[in-house]
Protein backbone atom coordinates (compact mmCIF):
# COMPACT_ATOMS: atom_id res chain seq x y z
CA UNK A 1 0.00 0.00 0.00
CA UNK A 2 1.19 3.56 -0.67
CA UNK A 3 1.92 5.42 2.70
CA UNK A 4 0.29 8.69 3.08
CA UNK A 5 3.50 10.39 4.03
CA UNK A 6 6.80 9.91 4.40
CA UNK A 7 7.10 9.23 8.29
CA UNK A 8 5.82 6.07 8.18
CA UNK A 9 8.99 3.94 9.40
CA UNK A 10 8.70 0.16 9.05
CA UNK A 11 8.36 -1.66 12.45
CA UNK A 12 11.34 -4.61 13.05
CA UNK A 13 10.77 -7.50 14.03
CA UNK A 14 13.94 -9.59 13.48
CA UNK A 15 14.51 -12.24 16.32
CA UNK A 16 16.90 -10.58 19.24
CA UNK A 17 20.15 -11.10 19.27
CA UNK A 18 21.91 -13.22 22.00
CA UNK A 19 23.12 -10.11 24.04
CA UNK A 20 19.47 -9.19 24.35
CA UNK A 21 18.22 -12.09 25.11
CA UNK A 22 20.08 -12.26 27.88
CA UNK A 23 18.56 -9.28 28.92
CA UNK A 24 20.32 -8.81 32.22
CA UNK A 25 22.79 -5.65 30.07
CA UNK A 26 19.32 -4.23 28.94
CA UNK A 27 17.88 -4.52 32.48
CA UNK A 28 21.04 -3.19 34.37
CA UNK A 29 21.08 0.06 31.90
CA UNK A 30 17.19 0.63 33.01
CA UNK A 31 18.15 0.22 36.49
CA UNK A 32 21.45 2.33 36.02
CA UNK A 33 18.49 5.10 34.70
CA UNK A 34 15.86 4.69 37.22
CA UNK A 35 18.73 5.34 40.37
CA UNK A 36 19.78 8.52 38.60
CA UNK A 37 16.42 9.86 39.06
CA UNK A 38 16.45 9.58 42.86
CA UNK A 39 19.14 12.21 43.03
CA UNK A 40 17.02 14.39 40.34
CA UNK A 41 15.96 17.67 41.27
CA UNK A 42 11.77 16.89 42.46
CA UNK A 43 9.76 19.86 40.34
CA UNK A 44 6.77 19.50 43.34
CA UNK A 45 5.40 22.01 44.76
CA UNK A 46 4.08 21.30 48.51
CA UNK A 47 1.09 23.05 47.97
CA UNK A 48 -0.22 24.89 51.80
CA UNK A 49 3.10 26.14 52.55
CA UNK A 50 4.45 26.41 49.17
CA UNK A 51 2.69 28.50 46.69
CA UNK A 52 3.36 29.72 43.17
CA UNK A 53 3.77 33.26 42.06
CA UNK A 54 0.54 34.78 40.53
CA UNK A 55 1.27 36.83 37.03
CA UNK A 56 0.88 40.18 37.88
CA UNK A 57 -2.51 40.28 35.54
CA UNK A 58 -3.87 37.28 37.35
CA UNK A 59 -7.97 37.62 38.52
CA UNK A 60 -8.94 36.23 41.39
CA UNK A 61 -12.03 36.48 43.72
CA UNK A 62 -13.12 40.43 43.65
CA UNK A 63 -12.53 42.32 46.27
CA UNK A 64 -14.76 45.82 47.40
CA UNK A 65 -12.41 48.04 48.40
CA UNK A 66 -11.84 50.88 51.49
CA UNK A 67 -10.27 54.09 51.24
CA UNK A 68 -7.09 55.28 53.42
CA UNK A 69 -9.50 56.46 55.83
CA UNK A 70 -11.31 53.10 55.99
CA UNK A 71 -14.80 54.26 54.28
CA UNK A 72 -16.31 51.78 51.26
CA UNK A 73 -15.72 53.55 48.27
CA UNK A 74 -18.38 51.71 46.67
CA UNK A 75 -21.51 54.24 45.53
CA UNK A 76 -23.80 51.58 43.97
CA UNK A 77 -23.77 53.44 40.96
CA UNK A 78 -24.42 50.32 39.34
CA UNK A 79 -21.57 50.17 36.07
CA UNK A 80 -20.31 47.18 37.55
CA UNK A 81 -23.84 45.40 36.48
CA UNK A 82 -23.86 46.82 33.67
CA UNK A 83 -20.99 45.89 32.13
CA UNK A 84 -20.66 42.16 33.64
CA UNK A 85 -21.71 39.81 30.74
CA UNK A 86 -22.32 37.08 33.12
CA UNK A 87 -25.07 39.09 34.94
CA UNK A 88 -23.33 38.05 38.02
CA UNK A 89 -23.51 41.19 39.94
CA UNK A 90 -26.84 42.48 41.77
CA UNK A 91 -26.58 45.22 44.25
CA UNK A 92 -29.17 47.73 46.49
CA UNK A 93 -28.46 51.30 47.02
CA UNK A 94 -29.17 52.97 50.08
CA UNK A 95 -28.46 57.00 51.20
CA UNK A 96 -26.05 58.02 54.13
CA UNK A 97 -27.35 58.88 56.77
CA UNK A 98 -25.70 61.83 58.79
CA UNK A 99 -23.76 60.37 61.41
CA UNK A 100 -21.95 57.59 59.22
CA UNK A 101 -19.44 59.47 56.97
CA UNK A 102 -16.94 57.61 58.61
CA UNK A 103 -18.41 54.20 57.21
CA UNK A 104 -19.15 55.67 53.73
CA UNK A 105 -17.06 58.02 50.99
CA UNK A 106 -20.10 59.42 49.27
CA UNK A 107 -24.23 60.00 50.02
CA UNK A 108 -24.89 56.80 48.70
CA UNK A 109 -23.94 53.32 48.93
CA UNK A 110 -24.57 49.97 48.45
CA UNK A 111 -26.59 48.45 51.49
CA UNK A 112 -26.69 45.25 49.25
CA UNK A 113 -23.85 44.29 47.01
CA UNK A 114 -23.77 40.08 45.77
CA UNK A 115 -21.33 38.30 43.37
CA UNK A 116 -22.68 34.69 42.05
CA UNK A 117 -19.34 33.33 41.99
CA UNK A 118 -20.86 30.57 39.59
CA UNK A 119 -21.84 32.83 37.25
CA UNK A 120 -18.60 34.74 37.23
CA UNK A 121 -16.32 34.13 34.58
CA UNK A 122 -13.15 36.22 36.37
CA UNK A 123 -13.22 38.46 33.13
CA UNK A 124 -12.28 41.80 34.86
CA UNK A 125 -14.57 44.15 32.92
CA UNK A 126 -16.25 45.34 36.78
CA UNK A 127 -12.88 46.42 37.38
CA UNK A 128 -12.28 48.45 34.19
CA UNK A 129 -15.87 49.69 35.12
CA UNK A 130 -15.92 51.04 38.00
CA UNK A 131 -15.42 54.82 38.62
CA UNK A 132 -14.15 54.93 41.84
CA UNK A 133 -11.88 52.28 42.46
CA UNK A 134 -14.07 50.01 44.40
CA UNK A 135 -14.13 46.58 43.05
CA UNK A 136 -11.37 44.73 41.96
CA UNK A 137 -10.01 41.54 41.19
CA UNK A 138 -7.50 39.74 43.74
CA UNK A 139 -4.86 37.12 43.76
CA UNK A 140 -7.34 34.56 46.02
CA UNK A 141 -9.02 31.90 44.35
CA UNK A 142 -12.74 30.72 45.55
CA UNK A 143 -13.16 28.36 47.77
CA UNK A 144 -14.96 25.22 46.91
CA UNK A 145 -18.10 24.24 49.35
CA UNK A 146 -20.74 21.58 48.91
CA UNK A 147 -23.57 24.32 49.25
CA UNK A 148 -24.52 25.92 46.02
CA UNK A 149 -26.20 29.22 48.16
CA UNK A 150 -22.28 29.51 49.93
CA UNK A 151 -21.12 30.49 46.69
CA UNK A 152 -23.25 34.20 46.23
CA UNK A 153 -20.76 36.04 48.14
CA UNK A 154 -22.49 39.14 49.73
CA UNK A 155 -20.58 42.13 51.69
CA UNK A 156 -19.40 40.08 54.73
CA UNK A 157 -17.47 38.45 52.10
CA UNK A 158 -16.60 40.53 49.52
CA UNK A 159 -15.91 43.69 51.38
CA UNK A 160 -12.04 44.67 52.46
CA UNK A 161 -10.63 44.50 56.04
CA UNK A 162 -10.62 47.88 57.32
CA UNK A 163 -7.19 49.35 57.13
CA UNK A 164 -7.32 51.21 60.41
CA UNK A 165 -8.41 48.57 62.99
CA UNK A 166 -6.77 45.68 61.11
CA UNK A 167 -3.93 46.80 58.79
CA UNK A 168 -2.23 43.29 58.34
CA UNK A 169 -5.47 41.48 57.21
CA UNK A 170 -5.98 44.30 54.81
CA UNK A 171 -3.12 44.13 53.66
CA UNK A 172 -3.27 40.69 53.25
CA UNK A 173 -6.23 40.92 51.55
CA UNK A 174 -4.69 43.66 48.87
CA UNK A 175 -2.10 41.30 47.88
CA UNK A 176 0.81 42.37 45.86
CA UNK A 177 -1.32 43.80 42.57
CA UNK A 178 0.07 46.73 41.51
CA UNK A 179 -1.89 49.73 42.17
CA UNK A 180 -3.93 50.79 39.15
CA UNK A 181 -3.28 54.33 37.82
CA UNK A 182 -6.98 56.07 37.40
CA UNK B 1 4.23 -34.40 87.00
CA UNK B 2 7.38 -35.92 85.14
CA UNK B 3 7.39 -34.69 82.14
CA UNK B 4 7.47 -31.05 84.20
CA UNK B 5 10.80 -31.63 85.51
CA UNK B 6 12.53 -32.89 82.91
CA UNK B 7 11.27 -29.93 80.27
CA UNK B 8 13.89 -27.39 80.32
CA UNK B 9 11.70 -24.04 80.86
CA UNK B 10 14.14 -21.23 80.44
CA UNK B 11 14.68 -22.84 77.05
CA UNK B 12 10.71 -22.43 76.05
CA UNK B 13 10.54 -18.62 77.75
CA UNK B 14 13.97 -18.21 75.59
CA UNK B 15 12.41 -19.22 72.68
CA UNK B 16 8.62 -18.02 73.09
CA UNK B 17 10.47 -14.23 73.57
CA UNK B 18 12.61 -14.84 70.48
CA UNK B 19 9.44 -15.91 68.44
CA UNK B 20 7.03 -12.98 69.67
CA UNK B 21 10.45 -10.05 69.08
CA UNK B 22 11.00 -12.31 65.33
CA UNK B 23 7.36 -12.10 64.93
CA UNK B 24 6.87 -8.14 65.96
CA UNK B 25 9.93 -7.33 63.89
CA UNK B 26 8.91 -8.96 60.83
CA UNK B 27 5.69 -7.37 60.91
CA UNK B 28 7.00 -4.18 61.69
CA UNK B 29 9.73 -4.42 58.64
CA UNK B 30 6.55 -5.23 56.78
CA UNK B 31 4.41 -2.08 57.20
CA UNK B 32 7.67 -0.31 56.75
CA UNK B 33 7.94 -1.56 53.73
CA UNK B 34 4.77 -0.35 52.32
CA UNK B 35 6.03 2.79 53.44
CA UNK B 36 9.42 2.72 51.99
CA UNK B 37 7.79 1.00 48.78
CA UNK B 38 5.83 3.97 48.05
CA UNK B 39 8.90 6.24 48.91
CA UNK B 40 11.50 4.59 46.89
CA UNK B 41 8.67 4.32 43.50
CA UNK B 42 7.78 8.04 44.32
CA UNK B 43 11.91 9.41 44.53
CA UNK B 44 12.57 6.89 41.38
CA UNK B 45 9.31 8.67 39.67
CA UNK B 46 10.71 12.15 40.44
CA UNK B 47 7.57 12.57 43.00
CA UNK B 48 8.29 13.43 47.19
CA UNK B 49 5.51 10.16 47.89
CA UNK B 50 3.59 10.41 51.29
CA UNK B 51 5.00 13.50 53.44
CA UNK B 52 1.60 14.41 55.45
CA UNK B 53 0.89 12.15 58.22
CA UNK B 54 3.98 13.01 60.40
CA UNK B 55 7.31 14.06 59.69
CA UNK B 56 8.50 12.70 56.05
CA UNK B 57 5.05 10.64 56.21
CA UNK B 58 6.64 7.66 58.32
CA UNK B 59 2.95 7.38 60.45
CA UNK B 60 1.69 6.77 56.67
CA UNK B 61 1.53 2.75 57.21
CA UNK B 62 -0.20 3.32 60.40
CA UNK B 63 -2.95 4.87 58.76
CA UNK B 64 -3.29 2.57 55.92
CA UNK B 65 -3.06 -0.27 58.39
CA UNK B 66 -6.01 1.57 60.06
CA UNK B 67 -8.27 2.30 56.40
CA UNK B 68 -7.75 -0.96 55.83
CA UNK B 69 -9.47 -2.36 59.52
CA UNK B 70 -12.18 0.24 59.22
CA UNK B 71 -13.03 -1.23 55.44
CA UNK B 72 -16.39 -2.76 54.85
CA UNK B 73 -15.18 -6.42 55.36
CA UNK B 74 -17.24 -8.14 52.32
CA UNK B 75 -17.80 -12.25 52.20
CA UNK B 76 -19.08 -12.74 48.36
CA UNK B 77 -22.11 -14.52 48.78
CA UNK B 78 -21.68 -18.03 46.55
CA UNK B 79 -17.97 -18.29 47.91
CA UNK B 80 -16.70 -20.98 49.83
CA UNK B 81 -16.39 -19.14 53.12
CA UNK B 82 -14.46 -21.18 54.90
CA UNK B 83 -11.52 -21.44 52.44
CA UNK B 84 -12.21 -17.55 51.66
CA UNK B 85 -11.32 -16.61 54.88
CA UNK B 86 -8.71 -19.48 55.64
CA UNK B 87 -7.17 -18.13 51.93
CA UNK B 88 -5.43 -15.01 54.02
CA UNK B 89 -4.58 -16.77 56.53
CA UNK B 90 -2.30 -19.33 55.20
CA UNK B 91 -0.70 -16.55 52.66
CA UNK B 92 0.19 -14.95 56.47
CA UNK B 93 1.06 -18.33 58.26
CA UNK B 94 3.44 -19.26 55.86
CA UNK B 95 5.13 -15.88 55.47
CA UNK B 96 5.89 -15.90 59.19
CA UNK B 97 6.57 -19.66 59.55
CA UNK B 98 9.79 -19.06 57.24
CA UNK B 99 11.54 -17.13 59.40
CA UNK B 100 11.90 -20.01 61.94
CA UNK B 101 15.17 -21.26 60.68
CA UNK B 102 17.27 -18.12 60.16
CA UNK B 103 20.24 -17.30 62.30
CA UNK B 104 19.54 -13.60 63.23
CA UNK B 105 22.90 -13.02 65.12
CA UNK B 106 25.25 -15.11 66.80
CA UNK B 107 24.69 -16.25 70.35
CA UNK B 108 24.04 -13.48 73.30
CA UNK B 109 25.26 -14.60 76.63
CA UNK B 110 23.17 -13.98 79.34
CA UNK B 111 21.72 -15.42 82.90
CA UNK B 112 24.99 -17.40 82.68
CA UNK B 113 23.59 -18.86 79.45
CA UNK B 114 24.66 -19.17 75.60
CA UNK B 115 21.44 -18.16 73.77
CA UNK B 116 21.20 -18.82 70.21
CA UNK B 117 19.47 -15.97 68.11
CA UNK B 118 17.76 -18.43 66.08
CA UNK B 119 14.22 -20.11 66.70
CA UNK B 120 15.08 -23.46 65.86
CA UNK B 121 19.17 -24.53 64.21
CA UNK B 122 17.17 -27.83 62.35
CA UNK B 123 19.79 -29.02 60.60
CA UNK B 124 17.60 -29.49 57.33
CA UNK B 125 16.70 -25.35 57.65
CA UNK B 126 17.18 -25.35 53.69
CA UNK B 127 15.04 -27.84 53.30
CA UNK B 128 12.05 -26.96 55.55
CA UNK B 129 12.52 -22.96 53.95
CA UNK B 130 11.71 -24.76 50.55
CA UNK B 131 8.60 -26.97 52.42
CA UNK B 132 7.40 -23.87 54.11
CA UNK B 133 7.87 -21.77 50.63
CA UNK B 134 6.19 -23.90 48.69
CA UNK B 135 2.52 -24.11 50.59
CA UNK B 136 2.71 -20.00 50.52
CA UNK B 137 1.01 -21.20 46.67
CA UNK B 138 -1.98 -22.74 48.43
CA UNK B 139 -2.68 -19.24 49.92
CA UNK B 140 -2.79 -17.71 46.64
CA UNK B 141 -4.72 -21.06 45.01
CA UNK B 142 -7.42 -21.23 48.25
CA UNK B 143 -8.07 -17.52 47.45
CA UNK B 144 -8.34 -17.57 44.13
CA UNK B 145 -10.63 -20.56 43.91
CA UNK B 146 -12.71 -19.96 46.57
CA UNK B 147 -13.84 -16.25 45.11
CA UNK B 148 -15.77 -17.89 42.65
CA UNK B 149 -14.61 -15.60 40.20
CA UNK B 150 -13.22 -17.09 36.96
CA UNK B 151 -10.36 -13.89 36.96
CA UNK B 152 -9.27 -14.93 40.65
CA UNK B 153 -9.05 -18.80 39.07
CA UNK B 154 -7.21 -17.49 36.36
CA UNK B 155 -4.82 -15.94 38.33
CA UNK B 156 -4.63 -18.19 41.30
CA UNK B 157 -3.46 -20.88 38.53
CA UNK B 158 -0.99 -18.64 36.75
CA UNK B 159 0.51 -18.14 40.14
CA UNK B 160 0.77 -21.43 41.37
CA UNK B 161 2.67 -23.04 38.15
CA UNK B 162 4.50 -19.83 38.11
CA UNK B 163 5.73 -20.76 42.09
CA UNK B 164 6.15 -24.31 41.20
CA UNK B 165 8.14 -23.51 37.82
CA UNK B 166 10.56 -21.22 39.43
CA UNK B 167 11.27 -23.43 42.14
CA UNK B 168 12.49 -26.12 40.53
CA UNK B 169 15.22 -23.74 39.40
CA UNK B 170 15.85 -22.34 42.80
CA UNK B 171 16.44 -26.03 44.54
CA UNK B 172 18.94 -26.82 41.41
CA UNK B 173 20.83 -23.71 42.26
CA UNK B 174 20.41 -24.47 46.01
CA UNK B 175 22.09 -28.39 45.53
CA UNK B 176 25.21 -26.84 43.99
CA UNK B 177 25.33 -24.38 47.17
CA UNK B 178 25.13 -27.41 49.32
CA UNK B 179 27.99 -29.69 47.39
CA UNK B 180 30.58 -26.67 48.79
CA UNK B 181 28.85 -26.19 52.15
CA UNK B 182 28.09 -29.93 52.70
CA UNK B 183 25.45 -28.86 55.71
CA UNK B 184 21.74 -28.00 54.98
CA UNK B 185 21.47 -25.89 58.88
CA UNK B 186 21.86 -21.98 57.82
CA UNK B 187 23.57 -21.69 60.89
CA UNK B 188 26.39 -23.54 59.84
CA UNK B 189 26.41 -22.24 56.63
CA UNK B 190 26.55 -18.53 57.75
CA UNK B 191 29.79 -19.82 60.84
CA UNK B 192 31.34 -21.21 57.51
CA UNK B 193 31.39 -17.80 55.78
CA UNK B 194 32.24 -16.10 58.84
CA UNK B 195 35.63 -14.08 58.30
CA UNK B 196 35.56 -15.60 55.19
CA UNK B 197 34.86 -15.20 51.64
CA UNK B 198 31.20 -15.43 50.97
CA UNK B 199 29.43 -18.11 48.83
CA UNK B 200 28.38 -15.45 46.55
CA UNK B 201 32.28 -15.20 44.94
CA UNK B 202 31.99 -18.83 44.89
CA UNK B 203 28.67 -19.16 43.07
CA UNK B 204 27.59 -15.92 41.35
CA UNK B 205 25.54 -17.43 38.26
CA UNK B 206 23.59 -19.84 41.30
CA UNK B 207 23.18 -16.04 43.10
CA UNK B 208 21.42 -14.24 40.23
CA UNK B 209 19.31 -17.75 39.80
CA UNK B 210 18.05 -17.38 43.11
CA UNK B 211 17.71 -13.93 42.69
CA UNK B 212 16.03 -14.06 39.63
CA UNK B 213 13.58 -17.22 41.29
CA UNK B 214 13.28 -15.31 44.59
CA UNK B 215 11.34 -12.46 42.77
CA UNK B 216 9.39 -14.70 41.38
CA UNK B 217 8.09 -16.85 44.63
CA UNK B 218 7.76 -13.54 46.23
CA UNK B 219 5.42 -12.76 43.28
CA UNK B 220 7.40 -9.34 42.74
CA UNK B 221 7.05 -6.88 39.58
CA UNK B 222 8.40 -8.60 36.72
CA UNK B 223 6.54 -12.30 37.50
CA UNK B 224 3.76 -10.30 39.64
CA UNK B 225 1.61 -12.40 36.83
CA UNK B 226 -0.97 -13.63 39.51
CA UNK B 227 -2.16 -10.06 40.36
CA UNK B 228 -2.25 -8.88 36.93
CA UNK B 229 -4.15 -5.56 37.64
CA UNK B 230 -4.57 -4.69 33.64
CA UNK B 231 -5.17 -8.30 32.63
CA UNK B 232 -7.06 -9.86 35.60
CA UNK B 233 -8.57 -7.02 37.78
CA UNK B 234 -6.45 -7.41 40.58
CA UNK B 235 -5.85 -11.72 39.91
CA UNK B 236 -6.49 -13.90 43.27
CA UNK B 237 -7.47 -10.73 45.93
CA UNK B 238 -10.32 -9.05 43.30
CA UNK B 239 -13.12 -10.14 45.90
CA UNK B 240 -10.94 -9.43 48.70
CA UNK B 241 -11.61 -6.24 51.36
CA UNK B 242 -11.06 -4.87 54.57
CA UNK B 243 -8.10 -6.59 56.50
CA UNK B 244 -8.10 -9.67 54.57
CA UNK B 245 -7.04 -8.46 51.88
CA UNK B 246 -4.74 -6.70 53.86
CA UNK B 247 -3.15 -9.86 55.25
CA UNK B 248 -2.23 -10.73 51.39
CA UNK B 249 -0.34 -7.79 50.68
CA UNK B 250 1.10 -7.68 54.23
CA UNK B 251 1.77 -11.17 53.72
CA UNK B 252 4.19 -10.23 49.96
CA UNK B 253 6.30 -7.75 51.97
CA UNK B 254 6.55 -10.23 54.71
CA UNK B 255 7.81 -12.93 52.39
CA UNK B 256 10.33 -9.98 50.56
CA UNK B 257 11.93 -9.54 54.08
CA UNK B 258 12.35 -13.18 54.70
CA UNK B 259 13.62 -14.04 51.68
CA UNK B 260 16.05 -11.14 51.68
CA UNK B 261 16.99 -13.08 54.65
CA UNK B 262 17.89 -15.90 53.76
CA UNK B 263 19.42 -14.43 50.41
CA UNK B 264 22.11 -12.14 52.84
CA UNK B 265 22.06 -15.68 54.74
CA UNK B 266 23.05 -18.15 52.07
CA UNK B 267 24.64 -16.25 49.64
CA UNK B 268 26.11 -13.17 51.88
CA UNK B 269 27.56 -14.06 54.52
CA UNK B 270 24.43 -14.10 56.62
CA UNK B 271 25.43 -11.33 60.28
CA UNK B 272 28.79 -11.65 59.69
CA UNK B 273 30.19 -7.76 59.58
CA UNK B 274 32.53 -7.24 56.54
CA UNK B 275 35.91 -6.32 56.79
CA UNK B 276 36.33 -7.77 60.47
CA UNK B 277 37.46 -10.50 62.23
CA UNK B 278 34.27 -11.24 63.98
CA UNK B 279 35.89 -13.81 66.59
CA UNK B 280 38.36 -11.41 67.61
CA UNK B 281 36.13 -8.57 67.96
CA UNK B 282 33.99 -10.72 70.16
CA UNK B 283 36.99 -11.81 72.22
CA UNK B 284 38.07 -8.27 72.81
CA UNK B 285 34.22 -5.89 73.15
CA UNK B 286 32.50 -8.66 74.51
CA UNK B 287 30.14 -11.38 73.22
CA UNK B 288 26.81 -9.29 73.81
CA UNK B 289 28.17 -6.43 71.78
CA UNK B 290 29.18 -8.49 68.88
CA UNK B 291 25.62 -10.15 68.66
CA UNK B 292 24.05 -6.60 68.42
CA UNK B 293 26.37 -5.54 65.68
CA UNK B 294 25.82 -8.33 63.35
CA UNK B 295 22.09 -8.32 64.24
CA UNK B 296 22.48 -4.96 62.33
CA UNK B 297 24.63 -6.04 59.97
CA UNK B 298 22.53 -8.52 58.77
CA UNK B 299 19.33 -6.01 58.93
CA UNK B 300 21.43 -3.54 56.72
CA UNK B 301 22.06 -6.44 54.18
CA UNK B 302 18.54 -7.22 54.34
CA UNK B 303 17.40 -3.59 54.22
CA UNK B 304 19.89 -3.24 50.73
CA UNK B 305 17.67 -6.85 49.04
CA UNK B 306 14.82 -4.87 49.80
CA UNK B 307 15.65 -1.80 48.36
CA UNK B 308 16.85 -3.84 45.22
CA UNK B 309 13.18 -5.45 45.73
CA UNK B 310 11.69 -2.28 45.31
CA UNK B 311 14.45 -0.58 42.37
CA UNK B 312 13.47 -3.65 40.18
CA UNK B 313 9.63 -3.30 40.45
CA UNK B 314 9.62 0.14 39.52
CA UNK B 315 12.78 -0.32 36.01
CA UNK B 316 11.15 -3.37 34.92
CA UNK B 317 8.22 -4.25 33.24
CA UNK B 318 5.68 -7.26 33.76
CA UNK B 319 7.12 -10.15 31.51
CA UNK B 320 4.47 -11.91 29.26
CA UNK B 321 3.17 -15.37 30.50
CA UNK B 322 4.83 -17.26 27.88
CA UNK B 323 8.53 -14.85 28.32
CA UNK B 324 7.95 -16.01 32.13
CA UNK B 325 7.66 -19.55 31.20
CA UNK B 326 10.68 -19.41 28.42
CA UNK B 327 12.83 -17.64 30.72
CA UNK B 328 11.82 -20.46 33.77
CA UNK B 329 11.98 -23.79 31.88
CA UNK B 330 14.42 -23.09 29.12
CA UNK B 331 16.63 -20.63 30.66
CA UNK B 332 16.95 -20.57 34.24
CA UNK B 333 16.68 -24.64 35.00
CA UNK B 334 19.41 -25.68 31.99
CA UNK B 335 21.55 -22.47 33.61
CA UNK B 336 20.53 -23.88 36.88
CA UNK B 337 22.00 -27.67 36.06
CA UNK B 338 24.96 -26.34 34.19
CA UNK B 339 26.20 -24.63 37.50
CA UNK B 340 25.56 -27.65 39.66
CA UNK B 341 27.37 -29.69 37.04
CA UNK B 342 30.25 -27.83 36.60
CA UNK B 343 30.39 -26.86 40.76
CA UNK B 344 30.28 -31.10 40.96
CA UNK B 345 33.32 -31.29 39.15
CA UNK B 346 35.12 -28.38 40.25
CA UNK B 347 34.32 -30.03 43.99
CA UNK B 348 35.46 -33.27 43.28
CA UNK B 349 38.37 -32.20 41.75
CA UNK B 350 39.43 -30.62 44.85
CA UNK B 351 38.67 -33.21 46.72
CA UNK B 352 40.60 -36.01 45.14
CA UNK B 353 42.93 -33.46 43.17
CA UNK B 354 42.98 -35.53 40.34
CA UNK B 355 40.31 -37.01 37.70
Not at chain 2, 124 to 137: D, K, Q, R
Not at chain 2, 192 to 210: E, R, S, W
Request: aromatic share 12%; with cysteine; hydrophobic share 45%.
Amino acid sequence: MQALTSKAKQVERKPMTFWEKLYIPAIAKGMYITFGHIFKKKPTISYPEQTRPFSPVFRGVQVLNRDEEGRERCTACGLCAVACPAEAITMEAAERLPGEENLYREEKYAVKYEINMLRCIFCGLCEEACPKDAVYLSETMVPSNYNRKTFIYGKQELLIPNPLTDPEAFAKAKGNRPEKNS
Amino acid sequence: MHIFLTIDWFVIIEKAILISVIIGVSLLVAMYETYAERKVAAVIQDRHGPNRAGPFGIFQPLADGLKLFMKEEIVPNLSNKFLFILGPGVAMLTAMMTSAVVPWSGNIHAFGRDIPLQIADVNIGILYIFGVVSMGVYGVMIGGWASNNKFSLLAAIRGASQIISYELAMGLTLIAVLMLTGSLSLRTIVEQQLDNTYYVAYQPLGFLIFLVCAFAECNRTPFDLSEAESELNFGYHQEYSSMKLGFYLFAEYVNMFISSAVMATIFWGGYDIPFLNDVNFGLHHGQNLLAALEAICLFLKICIFVFFFMWVRWTVPRFRYDQLMNLGWKTLIPLAILNMLVTGFVVLYHHIGHF
